[in-house]
């Protein structure tokens, strides 16, 4: 089974930046998006950003402008670049990949999850 390590989680302050990274123990076939979710007590997982396998981006509303995402696909892996961090952003980060085709069942993996806390 894919597993995937995530990197870079940590203490910040506001205003302050991260990068999280993703890294998939295998090459994955059939690949449709990679991406990042995030996870506070109380709420459902949230999706922050996700990239499809043509490279088409999309953020939630709350960090457009701060955080991109970007991926190597020679290394398997992907990331999620977080500037400007403010105390809303404090959470666990998830990142997941999904795909499938004709040929390969629908699937989905997930990371163990890495705590971002931002701090005023």
């Known amino acids: 089974q894919v597993q995937l390590v995530e990197s870079g989680g940590g203490l910040v302050q506001a205003g302050g930046s991260l990068r999280l990274s993703c890294a998939a123990s295998?090459?994955?076939?059939?690949?449709?998006?990679m991406g990042w979710h995030r996870q506070t007590p109380g709420k459902q997982r949230e999706l922050v950003a996700d990239?499809?396998?043509?490279?088409?981006?999309d953020y939630a509303d709350s960090v457009k402008g701060r955080f991109t995402i970007s991926r190597d696909n020679a290394k398997n892996t992907w990331y999620l670049q977080m500037n400007s961090l403010k105390p809303e952003d404090t959470g666990v980060y998830y990142c997941n990949v999904e795909g499938g085709s004709d040929w390969l069942d629908e699937y989905e993996y997930w990371g163990q999850g890495t705590q971002v806390t931002v701090s005023s």
């Open positions: 295998e090459s994955i076939s059939s690949v449709n998006s």
């Open positions: 990239i499809t396998s043509g490279g088409i981006t």
